[in-house]
T-cell receptor
Framework: SQTIHQWPATLVQPVGSPLSLECTVE??????LYWYRQAAGRGLQLLFY??????ISSEVPQNLSASRPQDRQFILSSKKLLLSDSGFYLC????????????FGEGSRLTVL | GNSVTQMEGPVTLSEEAFLTINCTYT??????LFWYVQYPGEGLQLLLK?????DKGSNKGFEATYRKETTSFHLEKGSVQVSDSAVYFC?????????????FGSGTRLSIRP
């Protein structure tokens, strides 16, 4: 069966520090991968999605970036965090070429101080 | 472009009350429709889905019917429990793009009083 994991689960970082959140999927190949952010009390904002290795689409301009170095690995990064980057980050996958549901990871809560 | 509008919360009900959370959508073609649930501190889980008009998705006592004529996918449950307290998201997905994005509503927080 397919599983998705993301880490770390909780992160407290100072303003200006770098960020790396990692997500891996097991049990499937060539998935579409997604990063969402959920700010406190708000809905889900799609940040990035990827349909293949090295292929990244950005939905909103910001100081975050994403990379997909391997088929089932998706990384969210920042060189310098801002206070506004605080939130709950969710990685998700869905089968390639399908219009089915997304499967979400457990989430990573980032607090920037 | 595609969009989802759902009932704003928070919604507070007593245990065993009837629940409706409204969701309407705008989309070209025939999207798939979903309801996701998020329990405190967790990621989102699929609650139910419907892929074509008049389909009814159901799970854990929750139901939603894909109404193309009213572009709606309202979530209902006949008798809610305290354990149903969570945030509920309506979502849609375009059908024909391999990289089609799932568009989420803003979420509705539901609190059930014992």
């Amino acid at each position: 069966s397919q599983t998705i994991h993301q880490w770390p689960a909780t992160l407290v970082q100072p303003v200006g520090s770098p960020l790396s959140l990692e997500c891996t999927v097991e049990g499937t190949s060539n998935p579409n991968l997604y990063w969402y952010r959920q700010a406190a009390g708000r809905g889900l904002q799609l940040l990035f999605y990827s349909v293949g290795i090295g292929q990244i689409s950005s939905e909103v301009p910001q100081n975050l970036s994403a990379s997909r170095p391997q088929d089932r690995q998706f990384i969210l990064s920042s060189k310098k965090l801002l206070l506004s980057d605080s939130g709950f980050y969710l990685c998700a996958w869905r089968a390639s070429g399908a219009a089915g549901e997304l499967f979400f990871g457990e989430g990573s809560r980032l607090t920037v101080l | 472009g595609n969009s989802v509008t759902q009932m704003e919360g928070p919604v507070t009900l007593s245990e065993e009350a009837f629940l409706t959370i409204n969701c309407t959508y705008t989309a070209t073609g025939y999207p798939s429709l979903f309801w996701y649930v998020q329990y405190p501190g967790e990621g989102l889980q699929l609650l139910l889905k419907a892929t074509k008009a008049d389909d009814k998705g159901s799970n854990k006592g929750f139901e939603a019917t894909y109404r193309k004529e009213t572009t709606s996918f309202h979530l209902e449950k006949g008798s809610v429990q305290v354990s149903d307290s969570a945030v509920y998201f309506c979502a849609l997905s375009g059908r024909y793009s391999s990289a089609s994005k799932i568009i989420f509503g803003s979420g509705t927080r539901l609190s059930i009083r014992p």
